[in-house]
């Protein structure tokens, strides 16, 4: 007998809720080597805007326009 949607959906959710929160508990406290998830998430994020930031001044370093006085207004 097939079953309405309500029916699928009051076993569907709990359980994706529950599989969820598992795995955000996992990703909080669970250590691998000497970091978690979110360590190796913040490191890397870290990294990115540092080394987007670096180009970004050596790009302004590099640009001509930026070293040449205001045009004179007239």
């Given at each position: 007998?097939?079953?309405s949607f309500p029916q699928?959906?009051?076993r569907v959710?709990?359980?994706s809720f529950a599989l969820g929160?598992?795995?955000e508990w996992f990703m909080l406290n669970v250590q691998i080597g000497h970091e978690t998830f979110?360590?190796?998430?913040?490191?890397?994020?870290?990294k990115r805007?540092?080394?987007q930031q670096q180009e970004?001044?050596?790009k302004a370093?590099?640009?001509?326009?930026s070293d040449s006085p205001p045009p004179a207004a007239s």
């Open positions: 007998m097939p079953r699928i959906a009051a959710v709990p359980v929160a598992f795995m979110y360590d190796t998430a913040v490191r890397l994020e870290a805007r540092f080394e970004e001044q050596q370093s590099n640009d001509p326009s």
